[in-house]
């Protein structure tokens, strides 16, 4: 039997969203990797002082600063070789350019569904970190990709582990999926404790290090229901093949069972610079700059069913993954304005999943939705979560 690659192509990237979490860490895996990869375009939105030291270092042909306020009043420093695109239109143009042939979509939100859907448009293959354009146009998105040959490479850790563990078997092989979760910094707080929640608290996650907004998803644990609707699109499953354990120490970072019992696992100490890598370089591996784990180390590894009752976020990701349709867009709306109405303390932590409930309950749902009326229901969603408020 043989699994031998070959050499990784060198891949040519243009990276959304590049002064975030995800789009930092990207960047640290491309030092790493050297000759592996280069950048060719870099885009933020509002921290153009970053972007700015990143293109210094980087050089790339372009960057694209999406917000025109901010980049209009910012003092630019000259590039040389570098050209500054102003504008979300910006981020299609340079991610159609011929170049570029690897996008890594690591903008938050929806504000990334049509760079993303761009990049699929042209048949490139894109390193996925932006669950919500799944979660929103799933079906658009997968139907597009399936006619145009674009790869969509799961960068989600947790999608990332199923892709991996997914060669052990065939498709028609596969039982269900298992989502870990670590519970997020709430695990063990009462119902009571949970309603008093402030943002600074949600925003401190015990194992991970990421982005404002999906702290705030994994403390009520509707990450882990975007996650369930990820998957479901993803990987062409049913909503009863998916299902969700608690597993603090986010060392398995998901499973796949096979028909016959056979559990499938992937595990790496918690840092995404590793799944990056894996969609950067797959079907390949080499070594990079992802942390070991060490099992002279005692270590210990805990699985528990989530608690529903205290978190029925998880229950609300498995019923929209069942009715599909508009469910998505709405749930992922509804809940982007939650977030933003609890970080501003307009809301309390608890009121974002019933917002989102609410407001899914009160929806028109339509089963085949195209891609305007997928952005439509999303701009609807987000208004009757203001008047919820
Ligand atoms: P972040 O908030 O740290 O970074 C977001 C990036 O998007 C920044 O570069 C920002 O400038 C840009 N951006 C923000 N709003 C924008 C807008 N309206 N238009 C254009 N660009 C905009 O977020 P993150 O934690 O890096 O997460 C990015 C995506 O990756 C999210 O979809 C998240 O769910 C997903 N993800 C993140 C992690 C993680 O560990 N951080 C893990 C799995 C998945
Ligand atoms: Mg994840």
């Known amino acids: 039997?043989?699994?031998?690659?070959?050499?990784?192509?060198?891949k040519r990237l243009a990276v959304l969203g590049s002064t975030g979490s995800i789009g930092v860490s990207t960047?640290?895996?491309?030092?790493?990797l050297g000759k592996n990869v280069q950048i060719l375009g870099l885009s933020a939105n509002r921290n153009l002082k970053r972007l700015v030291e990143q293109a210094q270092e980087f050089r790339p042909e372009w960057i694209v600063a999406t917000d025109e306020a901010s980049a209009s009043k910012f003092a630019w420093p000259a590039l040389p070789g570098t050209e500054l695109l102003i504008g979300h239109q910006q981020l299609n143009r340079m991610v159609q350019a011929p170049e570029v042939d690897t996008v890594v979509a690591a903008?938050?939100?929806i504000a990334g569904l049509h760079s993303t859907l761009a990049a699929i448009q042209q048949g490139k293959t894109v390193a996925l970190a932006n669950k919500e354009t799944l979660v929103a146009a799933g079906p658009v998105v997968m139907k597009l990709a399936e006619e145009t040959g674009a790869n969509i490479l799961p960068v989600d850790s947790e999608h990332n582990a199923i892709f991996q563990c997914l060669r052990a078997g065939a498709r028609s092989e596969v039982a269900r999926v298992c989502l870990t979760a670590s519970g997020g910094p709430f695990r063990e707080f009462t119902q009571q404790q949970m309603e008093n929640v402030v943002p600074k608290q949600a925003l401190a996650h015990p194992t991970w290090d990421m982005g404002q907004k999906i702290s705030i998803d994994s403390a009520t644990m509707m990450n882990k229901a975007l996650e369930i609707i990820e998957a479901k699109w993803l990987f062409g499953l049913s909503a009863d093949q998916i299902e969700v354990v608690v597993h603090p120490q986010s060392i398995v970072h998901s499973m796949v069972e096979f028909v016959d019992g056979s559990v499938i696992a992937q595990m790496s100490p918690p840092d995404m610079k590793l799944p990056i890598q894996y969609a950067l370089v797959w079907p390949h591996r080499i070594p990079g700059p992802a942390p070991r784990l060490r099992f002279q180390d005692a270590m210990s590894l805990d699985f528990q069913p989530p608690d529903i009752g205290r978190f029925p976020a998880v229950a609300l990701g498995l019923q929209v993954a069942r009715q599909g349709g508009t469910s998505g867009a709405v749930l992922n709306a509804a809940n982007e304005a939650a977030v933003d109405?609890?970080?501003?303390?307009?809301?309390?932590?608890?009121?974002i999943v019933r917002a989102c409930q609410d407001v899914l309950q009160q929806h028109a749902f339509q089963p085949h939705p195209t891609i305007n009326e997928i952005v439509a229901i999303d701009q609807w969603a987000r208004e009757e979560i203001d008047k919820w408020i």
Request: include cysteine.
């Open 107 to 109: 903008i938050v939100g």
């Open 341 to 351: 109405a609890f970080l501003k303390k307009r809301i309390g932590f608890c009121d």
């Open 1 to 10: 039997m043989t699994t031998d690659y070959g050499e990784p192509d060198l």
């Open 27 to 32: 960047l640290h895996v491309a030092r790493e």
